[in-house]
């Protein structure tokens, strides 16, 4: 049983291994999609072919769409030459529930794949030619928040986009340079309609992605390299949208017991690949079966009906009470505790750990107690239903191979969103008083006592990948097992509010996460210790 058009010719091999296949004429809706595209997706990642592509499956199984989805990756072009195309674009779903069963479904939504290439002649003009398309409604995007950064971790202009600002829209090297040019394409064309949608775990998407478009457009703009309608497109809402979005579905990197369940069901070919860009890609992805998208209904040039494969379609204002709900509050910074002293106690799985007593303590603390009093319930979705699932369900589902290593990738960009945002909350309260905040300070000195790359036994232990590893850990280099920390040393790190979201010395914060750095430093078993006395 090979994954490939030839190989799922024999159907009955497939569903006797009790796959799902897809219900309908693959080769219509191909063409179909080829003539007149629909959705465009950038990101070819776990998350897209877990949830977006699952979806429109469905919806193409039901006869409600007739089209499938156009995926593009920017950033790591043998996602698609390694492992798109070998399996002409076909992928396995695996659902993984929390009762231990798996559903598996042959997923064929994707009918066309590219590489974002300015240089590739071929691939970037059959892209420009999809967004000149009258057809076209939305190009999505989970290319993650560090994505849309135009700026390094020390606040320089990456140099890509530096040349691509001054160069134009021609051949761009940037990635969001190679899509503000594909939209002035689209301008070019007519000015014709688009969403461009952000499904990115990230706090008001939308802008993100906004802000980012928009800086090249008022630079090619303005450097004469683009005509002077291009801004104003860019700007126009009835013409140009930036949906924002709240997206929930835990999708770990295909794991090892799941590659071979599928063997043993007979498949072959499975083994994963590892780019040369360290993305770990197999021909199948895991997931949980809990998933949310909740989008702003903000389409101008209309859209599929989506919310029959379950999207939620709804006004920015409850967009941002469910991603408030979630990435502040319910669920992200409770992952965000896990994966930080899941890496310094030497934890493996998520799962795992809420089998740990102060851990389960710890995120119930920090959600219910400090996180729900600042929660405004969104009406579609309840908060405090939400945390018991995660809590309850979610994480402690032995059958999601879900790493604390994983999750603590890119921490400093996320502490300021998923703690930073509570914080101000509370100092915005005439109700409540941020000394109250007990546990969030402790994950702050968890996150500087994780960057000394020690773990409780006093081990070295590889850290996660981040984009400020090598600013910050200078200011950690003299913390040693038995030492003290000085604080003077680590001010500059406290003080910096684009990594906590506030000045922690502005908040009266600062001595608490310095002390708790203490204890925690003050020999082998001592973070244990210090979660014992104050969860």
């Given at each position: 049983m090979k994954l490939s058009e030839q190989g799922l010719k024999d159907r009955a091999a497939w569903e006797k291994a009790g796959f799902n296949l897809p219900k309908y004429d693959r080769e219509k809706v191909k063409d179909a999609t080829r003539e007149n595209p629909?959705?465009?997706?950038?990101?070819?990642?776990?998350?897209?072919?877990?949830?977006?592509?699952?979806?429109?499956?469905?919806?193409?199984?039901?006869?409600v769409l007739d089209r499938g989805l156009?995926?593009?990756?920017?950033?790591?072009?043998?996602?698609?030459?390694?492992?798109?195309?070998?399996?002409?674009?076909?992928?396995?779903?695996?659902?993984?529930?929390a009762d231990g069963t798996i559903d598996k479904t042959v997923v064929g939504s994707v009918v066309e794949s590219h590489v974002l290439d300015s240089e590739n002649e071929k691939e970037y003009d059959r892209l420009k030619e999809i967004f000149e398309k009258d057809s076209l409604q939305m190009a999505s995007f989970t290319i993650t928040e560090k994505g849309y950064s135009l700026v390094t971790g020390k606040g320089e202009t990456i140099p890509d986009v530096t040349a691509d600002f001054a160069a134009g829209p021609e051949k761009p090297k940037s990635y969001i340079g190679k899509v503000a040019s594909l939209l002035y394409t689209r301008?070019?064309?007519?000015?014709?309609?688009?969403?461009?949608?952000?499904?990115?775990?990230?706090?008001?998407?939308?802008?993100?992605?906004?802000?980012?478009?928009?800086?090249?457009?008022?630079?090619?703009?303005?450097?004469?390299?683009?005509?002077?309608?291009?801004?104003?497109?860019?700007?126009?809402?009835?013409?140009?949208?930036?949906?924002?979005?709240?997206?929930?579905?835990?999708?770990?990197?295909?794991?090892?017991?799941?590659?071979?369940?599928?063997?043993?069901?007979?498949v072959e070919e499975l083994e994963p690949v590892i780019t040369s860009k360290k993305t770990y890609v197999a021909p199948f992805v895991n997931a949980e079966e809990c998933e949310y998208l909740v989008i702003e209904d903000a389409f101008p040039n209309g859209k599929p009906a989506l919310e029959k494969g379950g999207l939620i379609f709804t006004q920015r204002e409850t967009v941002d009470k469910v991603e408030k709900m979630k990435v502040c509050t319910c669920l992200n910074p409770l992952h965000t505790c896990l994966a930080v002293f899941g890496c310094v106690l030497g934890y493996q799985k998520i799962s795992e750990e809420l089998k740990d007593e102060e851990l389960v303590k710890l995120i119930k603390t920090v959600g219910y107690q400090e996180g729900l009093p600042v929660v405004v319930n969104p009406g579609i979705l309840?908060?405090?239903?939400?945390?018991?699932?995660?809590?309850?369900?979610?994480?402690?589902?032995?059958?999601?191979?879900?790493?604390?290593?994983?999750?603590?990738?890119?921490?400093?960009?996320?502490?300021?969103?998923?703690?930073?945002?509570?914080?101000?909350a509370y100092q915005a309260s005439s109700e409540l008083d941020v000394k109250n905040l007990k546990l969030i300070p402790l994950l702050f000195a968890g996150w500087l006592r994780y960057l000394m790359g020690v773990n409780d036994a006093g081990e070295a232990f590889d850290l996660s990948p981040d984009p400020l590893l090598e600013t910050v850990r200078p200011y950690v280099a003299d913390l040693k097992l038995g030492g003290v920390a000085d604080?003077?040393?680590?001010?500059?790190?406290?003080?910096?509010?684009?990594?906590?979201?506030?000045?922690?010395?502005?908040?009266?914060?600062?001595?608490?996460v310095v002390g708790y750095l203490n204890e925690m430093i003050a020999g082998c078993g001592a973070v244990r210790a210090t979660l014992k006395k104050y969860v």
């Open positions: 629909f959705w465009i997706h950038f990101g070819a990642g776990n998350i897209f072919r877990a949830y977006q592509a699952n979806v429109v499956q469905n919806l193409l199984n039901e006869g156009v995926v593009a990756e920017g950033f790591d072009y043998e996602i698609i030459e390694k492992m798109n195309r070998p399996h002409d674009d076909y992928g396995i779903a695996v659902t993984l529930k301008f070019r064309a007519g000015e014709k309609p688009i969403a461009m949608v952000s499904m990115d775990n990230c706090s008001h998407n939308g802008d993100k992605l906004y802000a980012a478009i928009n800086a090249f457009a008022e630079k090619w703009v303005e450097n004469g390299l683009a005509e002077a309608g291009f801004k104003a497109y860019v700007n126009d809402k009835a013409k140009v949208s930036f949906p924002w979005s709240m997206i929930d579905k835990i999708t770990p990197r295909p794991d090892a017991s799941v590659e071979k369940i599928l063997k043993e069901d007979g309840d908060p405090r239903e939400f945390i018991d699932t995660v809590i309850n369900v979610r994480f402690p589902n032995p059958f999601m191979p879900d790493t604390p290593q994983r999750i603590a990738t890119d921490t400093s960009q996320k502490l300021a969103i998923r703690f930073g945002e509570t914080i101000k604080e003077a040393a680590l001010k500059p790190i406290l003080e910096n509010a684009k990594i906590f979201g506030v000045n922690l010395y502005d908040v009266g914060m600062a001595d608490t």
